[in-house]
Each structure stands twice: as structure tokens, then as C-alpha cells.
């Protein structure tokens, strides 16, 4: 299969997981951001230049969804798939315990971003929802940990 | 390809990514609250997807509410036995004050009238960034829907109103908890007039342009939608006050609670008639 189509499917994916939370229960978003895990998982799997691609269409879908502005998501996404394409072609991610770092960090990554464009070049506010936002990187690691070992599990069946 | 040559294209698909971005922040600047070709497209494919996975999930909902709880059917049924029966009583009394102010003709139009100004529409998702800003509803363009249509919850609680984008059958919703969002507004007692604007950081509002020296507001009253805007009906709930402070500046900052209940929007009516009764 093509890296777009993947990235196409894993798109509607995390957009159909998204709308689910949202069905279930809204305040759930603030603390899982389906789209970070699946922007930093893109980039470790596909590397940088297909991870920031890849997080510049999902972020411009987040924000076709938002009133807030068109591109703030998408520019957070686009440094956060760059990013971990970059740092997990340099530095080995992939044991268990180092993977759990490599997408926490990420996930602050990608929300520290969002917060400082949001604060500072375009004087947007952002829920805090009682401090469960700063949660959100611990939410990524544990979803992105999981989802990559899954993946990997399913990836070694198929080839054997 | 060299190494060094190959690092660097990516750098540089890196860079012109960006600086699309960029770009398209930068349109939107001369578009204001119109949204870019782009961002229309993406809502455009995107929202029937959301209406998919909505449909989905309420037809589950309806299995496990028709096959598990069927016990509690017999319970329900009278509960809405009685309230029918209060319904059609105050059916009754309204019918009898209207007939006692004008003919029947003009009472049956009026009936119509206000049978045709309301689109009842189902929530079916909300702002991806922040709960507090918009919603999704199921209705867009082919019901009628426009920009600015005032939209209420059961209750008939004021929501907020109608944004671009609008697709064929999806629609946007600002909450009134947005910032961006202004309603003229005034006080139940004392009439006092102002401006409402939205805290989408913490979910509530602020009652603006209320000067210092105004003393005739009280912690608990209850907040109407004023009609000096043009867009929302007078008389429309909005919220309570929460709480007064004074400090230096020429007006008061005043926090309001609105009664737009986040657990409770499931269902939503929006107004599609003006109430001068044109659109």
C-alpha cells in the first residue's frame, strides 16, 4: 500500500475515533488527541518529510473543525511529524521503555506548540479544563505505546 | 543521491510546508470570519463522515434502548401520559388566551407561523480544539440553513447561532461561550443593557460594557437576549449573573453562567425565521 493511502486511511481512522470520543463523552478530547498519536506514530514509521505531510492534513482537518484559526493545528502537527521522524531515524525509540518517552515528549511537543502559537502569534485561548490539558502528553504516551506495539506485533505476524 | 543532498531536500519539503501553512494563515486575514476555499472542502468531505459515525452510534443507542431497557418502558410511558396530559392543558389555556385577542384565522396563522420557524436538529459533533467554541448539527444548506440563524436548546435556552462553513446537510454552530461571539443582552429587572461575550476558556461568559458606576445588577439575575442586534429574538434565556467586581477600569467585570448545559445538547432547534418574521 502507498504511504498516502496509509495516510489517508489512518486519517479517517483517527477522525472516526475522534468523532466516538466526542460521542461518548466530549471533555474526553481535551486529555486523548487522537490526531498527536497518530501524527507521531506516521512520522516514526514513514519517516520525517512523510510525518510532517502527514501532520499538516490531519491538523488542517482538526481545524476545519474548529472555529479557532485554519492552520494553527495543522503547523503543530507539520513540526510534531518532522520531528519524530527526525529524532527516531537518529536515536533508537524502540524498546518499550524509550518508546514510552519518545511519545510523551512528542506529545508535549505537539501540545506546547499549539499552546505557544495559539497564546502568542495569534492571541487565541485554550481550555485548560481544571489542568487535565497537561495531561494529555501522559495520554499520548500510554495511546502511542500501545498503538505502535500492536502495530508491530501485526506487522511481524504479517511478514512471517 | 548524496546523503547531504538528500537531508537537505527534506529540510527544505520541511521549510515549504511551513511556509504553506503559513500562507494560508496569512488569507485569512482579508477573509475575516469567511472561511478559505480549503477549510469548506475539508468540512465538506469530512462532516458526512461525522454524520456516519453519529448515525451509527444513536442506532446502537436505540437497540440497547428497545431491546435492554424495555423494563422501564411501562414506567416511561406513564410519566409521558401525565405530561401529555399537562401539555394538552396548557395547550388548551394558550389556544383560549390567543382566541380571546384575535380571531381564529389569525390564531391558526400565528400557530403556523411559529410550527415554520423552528429546525429541529441533532448534535453530531463538537469544536475539535475546544468544546466550549462550536458544535455540529445535522442540518445545513438543503434545510434552509443560513449564517446567523439564532439556535436554543430543549429548553429554549439560547445556544448560540449559525457560522460558516455550512455543508449540504451539516451545519456549525458558534456557542455563545465562544470569544468570539457578542449577543446584545439585558437584565430581567432592571433592564440593564450590554454586550455578551463568551469565556471559552473556562465555559462561561462576560456581561461587558456595564459601567462602574451601575449599581442596578445583582448576583443571580437571570440575563435575556436584548434583540438590538438583529439576529437573536428578544426575550431569549441566556444565563445567570455569577458574580460583580469593580476595579479601576470604566466598566464592571461581570462573570455570567450561561444555562447552555454541555451534558444536555443533544438536541437543538434552530430559529429560521427572523422575529420581525422575515428571512
Not at chain 1, 514509521?45 to 488542517?60: C, D, H, N, R
Request: with cysteine; proline share 3%; charged share 20%.
Amino acid at each position: 500500500m502507498k504511504p498516502i493511502i496509509r495516510g489517508g486511511l489512518t486519517i479517517l481512522a483517527a477522525f472516526i475515533l475522534a468523532t466516538v470520543l466526542r460521542q461518548i463523552a466530549a471533555p474526553l478530547l481535551l486529555v486523548v488527541n487522537v490526531f498527536t498519536v497518530a501524527v507521531i506514530l506516521f512520522g516514526l514509521i514513514e519517516g520525517e518529510t512523510q510525518g510532517a505531510v502527514f501532520g499538516m492534513v490531519s491538523g488542517l482537518v482538526v481545524d476545519s473543525f474548529s472555529l479557532g484559526i485554519f492552520g494553527l493545528a495543522g503547523l503543530a502537527n507539520t513540526v510534531t511529524g518532522f520531528v519524530s521522524g527526525f529524532v527516531s531515524r537518529k536515536l533508537n525509540v524502540l524498546p518499550l521503555g524509550r518508546l514510552f518517552l519518545f511519545t510523551g515528549v512528542m506529545g508535549a511537543l505537539d501540545l506546547g506548540l499549539w499552546m505557544l502559537l495559539s497564546a502568542v502569534f495569534f492571541a487565541e485561548d485554550f481550555p485548560w479544563g481544571g489542568g487535565f490539558l497537561l495531561v494529555q502528553p501522559l495520554v499520548t504516551a500510554v495511546l502511542g505505546t500501545l498503538a505502535y506495539s500492536i502495530y508491530r506485533r501485526l506487522k511481524a505476524r504479517h511478514e512471517r | 543521491m548524496p546523503r547531504f543532498l538528500k537531508e537537505q531536500k527534506k529540510a527544505l519539503i520541511f521549510a515549504g510546508l511551513l511556509f504553506a501553512q503559513l500562507v494560508l494563515v496569512s488569507i485569512q486575514v482579508p477573509l475575516g470570519e469567511e472561511p478559505s476555499y480549503l477549510e469548506k472542502a475539508i468540512f465538506f468531505v469530512f462532516a458526512p463522515v461525522q454524520r456516519a459515525v453519529h448515525g451509527l452510534f444513536t442506532a446502537t443507542g436505540r437497540v440497547w434502548d428497545r431491546y435492554v431497557y424495555l423494563r422501564r418502558v411501562e414506567a416511561q410511558n406513564q410519566t409521558l401520559r401525565d405530561e401529555l396530559f399537562h401539555l394538552r392543558q396548557t395547550d388548551t389555556l394558550l389556544k383560549n388566551a390567543l382566541a380571546a385577542v384575535a380571531g381564529t384565522k389569525a390564531m391558526e396563522d400565528a400557530l403556523a407561523f411559529l410550527r415554520k420557524s423552528f429546525l429541529a436538529a441533532s448534535v453530531i459533533g463538537t469544536d475539535a480544539s475546544n468544546v466550549y467554541k462550536s458544535i455540529i448539527i445535522d442540518r445545513g444548506t438543503s434545510d434552509g440553513l443560513t449564517v446567523n440563524m439564532p439556535v436554543v436548546d430543549r429548553h429554549g435556552n439560547l445556544v448560540g447561532r449559525t457560522v460558516a462553513p455550512l455543508a449540504l446537510h451539516e451545519g456549525t454552530v458558534q456557542l455563545l461561550t465562544d470569544e468570539d461571539s457578542s449577543i446584545g443582552i439585558l437584565s430581567e429587572t432592571n433592564k440593564v443593557v450590554g454586550q455578551l461575550a463568551g469565556d471559552a476558556k473556562r465555559g462561561t461568559c462576560w456581561f461587558k460594557y456595564v459601567l462602574a458606576t451601575n449599581d442596578q445588577l445583582a448576583e443571580g439575575e437571570e440575563l435575556v437576549t436584548s434583540g438590538f442586534d438583529k439576529i437573536f429574538p428578544p426575550g431569549l434565556k441566556v444565563g445567570r449573573i455569577l458574580s460583580i467586581a469593580t476595579d479601576s477600569s470604566l466598566f464592571k467585570a461581570i462573570k455570567v453562567k450561561p444555562y447552555l448545559n454541555f451534558s444536555d445538547l443533544g438536541q437543538v432547534a434552530v430559529i429560521t425565521q427572523r422575529f420581525n418574521g422575515t428571512r
